[in-house]
C-alpha cells in the first residue's frame, strides 16, 4: 500500500500549490482539546499534521512549544497515549499524521519497537531531528523505519555543510525539511534574508519536495515560499492563536487562521 504522505504529495503537486503542515503537541493543552485541535486542522484541508511527541527537553523548540511540552508532561501524558491518539485519528483521515519528537523517546522505547508500533498505530512518517545519520550504524532508526513503512524524514539547516547535503540527499524520502533560519522554533514577523539563496542551493542536491518550517506565521510568508518550497510548516503560530484565544473561541479563532492561509 502506497505511503499517505506520496499521495498527500502528488495531489500538492497536481494542483500547483504550496502544501501546509501544521502541528501538535500530544496532550496540549489536553488529550481532548488535542484531538479537537487535530480534526479541525484536518477539516479545514491542511496537508500534513505533525504529533509532536512530549519531552522534557525540546532544544529545536521556542517558548510556545516548549510550554506545550512541559504542560502535556505535567498532564501525564505518555508515548503509549501518543500511539493511542495515532491510531485514534490515523484511521478517520485521509491525510497523513507524522510522529515528530526527540530520539531519546524511540531510544528508550527500543527502536525496533517504536517504528513497528508506530506503523501499527497508522503513522505516516518520523520526524526527530536530533538523531544524526553518523549514528545510522549503531541505531538502525532509518532502516526499521523503512522496514515499517514509515518515511524518516531528513532535516537539514541552514548551518548543514555540503557534504551533509549530499549524504542526506542519497538516502532521504518523502520529502526534506528545511529549518528556515538559524535559532528554534517560533512565530516571526520576516523570514530569513537568505531562505531563497539557501532554498536554491538546497535544490541543487534534493530532486524531492522540500517543507520549510520555523518561523512561518502569515499569508505573506507562503507567497514568499510559493515556487520555492514544496511545503510550508507552520506550528507556534497556530499553538500562540489557540493560546489567546478564550477557550471557547479557540477552535474557531485557528479555523479562520488556517483558512486565511
Known amino acids: 500500500m502506497k505511503n499517505k504522505i506520496l499521495t ?25 482539546q488535542c484531538r479537537e485541535l487535530i480534526l479541525k ?9 505533525e504529533l509532536q511527541i512530549p519531552f522534557s527537553d525540546p532544544m529545536a523548540d521556542g517558548p510556545t512549544i516548549m510550554k506545550a ?28 499524521l507524522i510522529f515528530m519528537g526527540y530520539f531519546n523517546t524511540i531510544f528508550n522505547y527500543g527502536v525496533k519497537n517504536f517504528c513497528k508500533d508506530a506503523n501499527k498505530a497508522g503513522c505516516s512518517a518520523l ?45 532521504a524520502e518523502g520529502f526534506v525539511y528545511f529549518v528556515g533560519r538559524k535559532g528554534t522554533t517560533g512565530a516571526k514577523s520576516g523570514l530569513d534574508k537568505k531562505l531563497d539563496q539557501n532554498l536554491k542551493n538546497l535544490r541543487k542536491y534534493f530532486k524531492i519536495p522540500i517543507a520549510v518550517g520555523f518561523g512561518i506565521s502569515d499569508k505573506s510568508h507562503l507567497k514568499s515560499l510559493k515556487n520555492k518550497a514544496d511545503i510550508a510548516v507552520i506550528g507556534s503560530a497556530v499553538l500562540d492563536i489557540y493560546n489567546n484565544t478564550s477557550k471557547g473561541k479557540a477552535l474557531k479563532a485557528v479555523e479562520k487562521f488556517l483558512k486565511k492561509l
Open 8 to 32: 498527500q504529495l502528488e495531489k500538492i503537486k497536481n494542483r500547483n500549490r504550496l502544501g501546509i503542515m501544521t502541528h501538535v503537541v500530544v496532550g496540549y493543552p489536553s488529550l481532548k
Open 41 to 49: 486542522m484536518a477539516e479545514v484541508g491542511v496537508d500534513f499534521i
Open 69 to 96: 511540552n512541559k504542560k502535556a508532561l505535567d498532564n501525564g501524558v505518555k508515548v503509549k497515549d501518543a500511539f493511542a491518539l495515532m491510531k485514534d485519528l490515523s484511521s478517520k483521515l485521509e491525510i497523513p
Open 127 to 171: 520526524i526527530f531531528p536530533d538523531i544524526p545519520l553518523e549514528e545510522e550504524e549503531n541505531e538502525n532508526f532509518i532502516k526499521f523505519a523503512k522496514q515499517n513503512d514509515l518515511i524518516p524524514i531528513r532535516v537539514l539547516s541552514p548551518a548543514s555543510t555540503k557534504e551533509r547535503l549530499q549524504k542526506n540527499a542519497q538516502i
